[in-house]
């Protein structure tokens, strides 16, 4: 059974997942424009879903989006391992906190809970993340808006990288195009507005040589 949560005017709430850093570490204009987007995002009237930690950019987007005190679309996704550690943000409800197995039913979680995925300056976790989403993605398996949000050149040899791809004929331009590249928070927040690129999924088998 599937529960849809309503907004105050009686529409459905879009949840939007973020992943990103958790180290501490980072540089300040990345936490800055983390928290703005948390700030965006509750304005616009869209919930948030993190990976619930108490430090780095997911600190800070939980913090832009628990200012305005209504935390009650705030939610956080851990995996079981990290729950003697206190590392969850004790803005997020309690009751809004799902502790997962495993990383594997964790990614399945943001997979059924939100609507488009933001993906912010982060590590080997974070790819990890945004190759979970893009994959399927380019399968056709399903419709959700990725947005890599490439706060002052941060994702750019990431980027190049995905070109060298399509330069190889390892990926094709037009599932590369699924990845919605944008550079300030105002511009991902125009993005999650916008509708998703066509795609083919399975139909178009990228891995067959076609000529296409």
Partial sequence: MVFMVFSLFGNPIHHVGVFCATDEQVPDIY?????????????????????????GLMNAVVNGFAVHADT???RGVIPSVFKDYNVHHLKIPEGNLVWTDNIHQRLQTFHDRCE????????FGTLHELMDFIVPKQWGLHAK???LLNIDHYWDYQ?????????KNA?????????Y??????????AIKTGCVAHDGLTDRYWEKKGL
Avoid: R, W
Avoid at 31 to 49: F, I, M, N, P, T
Avoid at 118 to 123: A, M
Avoid at 159 to 167: A, H, I, N, R
Avoid at 171 to 179: N, V
């Fill in 31 to 55: 936490k800055d424009e983390a928290y703005k987007l948390g700030s965006a995002l509750y304005q616009a009237g869209h919930g948030l879903v993190t990976g619930g930690g108490n430090s």
């Fill in 72 to 74: 009650q679309h705030l």
């Fill in 116 to 123: 488009t995925m933001v993906i912010l300056p982060g590590g």
């Fill in 145 to 147: 808006k990725i947005i």
């Fill in 159 to 167: 980027l190049l990288q995905f070109k060298v791809m399509v330069e």
């Fill in 171 to 179: 990926l094709k331009q037009k599932h590369l195009d699924l990845l």
């Fill in 181 to 190: 590249v944008v550079t300030s928070v105002e511009d991902c927040m125009e």
